[in-house]
């Protein structure tokens, strides 16, 4: 950590620093983050460059709630950001794919620790999406799982809570977290890979064993989970009232084109926020992730999805696997050239230019 002002309620650290450090060190003084994703292996540097969230009601992505950071500009220049200063630059560079310069340091706005209560119960997809707008809006953050294949959901939603916490016992959080979410599932998905008509079959399994349960802890044991099964994703932000009719046309193409899909599919939620190129940047968002078991065949199923979630105005994660270029993006984000602005200023000769960048935001 490099600074913490608790009057100001701000915590700088090295661009390298990854959640999980950033976490703990929060933890051990006394201080949270608002929300986070699923995992904190990212660095936090990678984690605010492509736009990476949980879900919420109120609170946004990782980058929505930075307050400065450091860059070094492709001149060289170090530039230290905030709403005060360089601000136009610190708009923009919150989500900056890395092609405004290298982030060296990040100054996050944190909170005095809190607990969060996890209420994790299954419910039906028709309960789930017939009531979808009122569960974003009774609960501070709710997501749900659904299980191709099946009409059953898992449902998650986490609220503050005065306490006493109550954590996970060891034996429970091992049984649920460890042996049916990775080391089971791990094991049905391998069988699902090498034998695909026993997909349909295992998900109803799977879907099964996950049962209700209620823990309350400290925000980043409640929001982040083991993931160790490997995975490749897409993921598409929506705007929010698009989403219940976008998971049903969902449902029905991996039905017409018998798709096997052994992952369930992750529906979150972020408020709108004031970032040119993030996922929520504008609009109330509903995000809608796929999943392929590593090593599974998953053009069909995600060039299907994207076909559906592009036709809803469908923003892709920065890091995850798309194939949009600058063209569509351009239509699908209004401050897009504000964005490109402060590139062709800060990098005219695209010193950090790849081939991913010349795709999404043009030469
Ligand atoms: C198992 C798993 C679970 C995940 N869960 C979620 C989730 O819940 N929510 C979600 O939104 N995403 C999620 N992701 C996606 C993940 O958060 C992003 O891919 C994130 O960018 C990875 O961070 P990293 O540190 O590995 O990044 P890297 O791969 O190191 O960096 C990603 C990009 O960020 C930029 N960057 C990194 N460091 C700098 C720097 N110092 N200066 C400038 N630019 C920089 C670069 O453009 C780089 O290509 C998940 C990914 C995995 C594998």
């Known amino acids: 950590m490099r600074a913490i002002d608790r009057a100001a309620g701000t915590v700088t650290v090295a661009a390298g620093t990854t959640l999980r450090q950033l976490n703990r060190t929060l933890s051990a003084h006394g201080l949270s983050l608002t929300n986070m994703g699923d995992i904190m292996e990212q660095t936090v ?14 609170s946004g992505a990782i980058a929505a709630q930075i307050v400065g950071l450091e860059l070094v500009t492709a001149d060289g220049t170090v530039l230290t950001c905030s709403a005060k200063e360089n601000a136009e630059v610190f708009t923009a560079a919150r989500v900056g794919l890395g092609a405004l310069g290298v982030v060296t340091a990040i100054t996050f706005a944190v909170e005095p620790e809190f607990l969060l209560t996890a209420r994790e119960e299954p419910m039906s997809f028709g309960a789930v999406t017939a009531s979808f707008d009122r569960l974003v809006e009774e609960n501070e953050h709710f997501e749900f799982y659904w299980f191709p294949h099946t009409d059953s959901c898992t449902t998650k939603r986490n609220n503050r809570s005065a306490g006493p916490p109550a954590p996970l016992g060891r034996a429970g959080a091992w ?12 094991a049905a998905c391998a069988l699902g890979r090498a034998v695909p008509a026993t997909v349909p079959g295992i998900a109803r399994l799977s879907a099964r064993a996950l049962s209700a349960r209620t823990y309350t802890d400290v925000p980043y044991k409640v929001f982040t989970s083991p993931r160790r099964v490997r995975f ?18 969902l449902r029905s193409m991996i039905e017409r084109r018998r798709l096997r899909v052994s992952f369930p599919v992750e529906v979150r939620t972020a408020p709108a926020d004031d970032i040119p190129l993030s996922t929520a940047s504008g609009r109330d968002t509903a995000y809608i992730a796929v999943h392929m078991y590593k090593g599974t065949p998953h053009r069909a199923y995600f060039t299907a999805t994207e076909q559906i979630m592009t036709a809803h105005g469908g923003r892709p994660h920065w890091g995850k696997l798309h194939s949009r270029d600058a063209a569509y993006l351009a239509g699908a984000y209004p401050r897009f050239a504000e964005f490109t602005a402060v590139r062709d200023r800060l990098d005219p000769h695209r010193v950090f230019g790849n081939d991913y960048l010349r795709r999404v935001l043009g030469e």
């Open 232 to 249: 490749l994703e897409m993921e598409y932000a929506l705007p929010r009232e698009a989403a219940t009719a976008a998971l049903r046309e």
């Open 45 to 58: 540097s990678g984690a605010v460059a492509t736009g990476t969230h949980g879900t919420g009601r109120d």
């Open 175 to 186: 049984v649920q977290d460890e042996l049916l979410s990775n080391g089971a599932f791990g």
